[in-house]
């Protein structure tokens, strides 16, 4: 079983960046799929990427390709989210998540077992 922590949340002005880190305890890290998902006040958990146990990534929602990117750890059992180019649009709850496999299982929510409790992001001028 896994636990995930996310952390680096916070208030960020339009144009400018953020990098989240999801932190997992648990032995079976290295093979599991991490994705990470956004909710925004009234709308419905968002997939935005996803990267395997092999590093491949993808991405899960159009809005962010050019601007957000996911990279891995396996050693620190880490997996961080850079983005860069933020719009007020991005405002939200990110939450990191376990794929179920070595692989990304797509875009919906459900499809992921193990989640952090979220952690804010804001960008507001």
């Known amino acids: 079983q896994l636990q995930l922590v996310e952390s680096g949340g916070g208030l960020v002005q339009p144009g400018g960046s953020l990098r989240l880190s999801c932190a997992a305890s648990g032995s079976t890290f290295a093979y599991n799929a991490i994705g990470w998902f956004r909710q925004a006040p009234g709308k419905e958990r968002e997939g935005v990427l996803c990267?395997?146990?092999?590093?491949?990534?993808?991405y899960l929602t159009d809005s962010v390709e050019g601007r957000f990117t996911i990279s891995r750890d396996n050693a620190k059992n880490t997996v961080d989210l850079q983005m860069n180019s933020l719009k007020p649009e991005d405002t939200a709850v990110y939450y990191c998540?376990?794929?179920?496999?070595?692989?990304?299982?797509?875009?919906?929510?459900?499809?992921?077992?193990?989640w952090g409790r979220g952690t804010q992001v804001t960008v507001s001028s």
């Open positions: 990267i395997s146990s092999g590093h491949r990534i993808t």
């Open positions: 998540a376990a794929a179920p496999s070595y692989y990304c299982s797509g875009s919906s929510w459900r499809n992921y077992d193990y």
